[in-house]
């Protein structure tokens, strides 16, 4: 089965082992850009755009290959908004976010280096309302978004988050 495969495979390149990422919040016209990805075991899971960081690579930087590479565009990387601590096993994240800015490009959805072209999990790309997240099954969209009313509310969170992972020591 594909979907075992692909878990397979995020469990091999990246599960078991504490990653830095980074992520990117575009908003224009009151939706957010965000990108699905299909974890195996059919497990969908919506997100903003972003990865992991290269070593000797700063964020903005890192968080500018992984916009261009996830979604075609090109972006500025504006203000630091917070940092999450994501754990879902088999992977584990501490995931800087930043507010993005539009520069150029045509939105596609891209290909994540890191896995085999018969194993991508990104799947879909869309820009959506704070109305659109919230009519998804709260296990399928970021932590992040659980419980804000407004994506402005976004911008306004400061400081470490661990959402719901009170089962980290």
């Known amino acids: ?78 203000n630091f908004l917070f940092v999450h601590e994501f754990f879902r096993p088999p992977l584990h994240s501490m995931e800087l976010f930043f507010e993005v800015s539009y520069i150029s490009g045509e939105i596609a959805l891209g290909t994540d280096p890191e896995l085999d072209e018969q194993n991508q999990i990104m799947t879909d790309i869309a820009w959506m309302s704070i109305s659109d997240i919230r009519s998804l099954p709260r296990e399928s969209v970021h932590q992040i978004f659980w419980d804000i009313k407004s994506l402005q509310e976004l911008g306004l969170c400061k400081g470490y988050f661990n959402f719901e992972n009170n089962y980290l020591k």
Do not use: Y
Not at 44 to 70: H, I
């Open 1 to 78: 089965m594909k979907e075992d495969k692909i878990g397979n495979e995020i469990n091999a390149k990246f599960g078991n082992q504490l990653r830095t990422r980074v992520n990117g919040v575009l908003i224009q016209n009151d939706k957010v850009l965000m990108i699905r990805h299909l974890m195996g075991d059919q497990k969908e899971f919506w997100s903003v755009p972003g990865g992991g960081m290269n070593f000797g690579t700063s964020a903005k930087c890192n968080l500018k290959r992984e916009f261009l590479e996830e979604t075609g565009l090109e972006i500025g990387v504006e």
